[in-house]
């Protein structure tokens, strides 16, 4: 059975940091990548590599977060 999700928030702190913190990684990743490569490559280049780096992130999120719901759904069903 899937909820949504405020009851989360009853069990602590740390469902509303990971949610508030997942909103951040594709800036740190973009960060990253820039500052890793920002004497080495061309900064137009590193520029385009480190917005699609950042955007690649988004479907990783989502596929933690629905695996995260598969999961708990099964344990629910159990």
Same mark, same amino acid.
């Given at each position: 059975?899937? =909820?949504? +999700?405020? @009851? =989360? #928030?009853?069990? +602590? *702190? !740390?469902?509303?940091?990971?949610?508030a913190l997942f909103v951040f990684l594709p800036l !740190?990743?973009?960060?990253?990548? !820039?500052?890793? +490569?920002?004497d080495y490559i061309n900064r137009d280049i590193l520029?385009?590599?480190?917005? *699609? /780096?950042? +955007? #690649?992130?988004?479907?990783? *999120?989502?596929?933690? @977060?629905?695996?995260?719901?598969?999961?708990? /759904? =099964? /344990? @629910? /069903? =159990?």
């Amino acid at each position: 059975m899937l =909820d949504d +999700g405020h @009851e =989360d #928030l009853f069990g +602590g *702190i !740390w469902p509303f940091m990971k949610r508030a913190l997942f909103v951040f990684l594709p800036l !740190w990743i973009a960060m990253i990548v !820039w500052y890793a +490569g920002v004497d080495y490559i061309n900064r137009d280049i590193l520029l385009f590599v480190a917005a *699609i /780096s950042a +955007g #690649l992130t988004f479907p990783v *999120i989502q596929l933690f @977060e629905k695996l995260n719901i598969m999961r708990k /759904s =099964d /344990s @629910e /069903s =159990d």
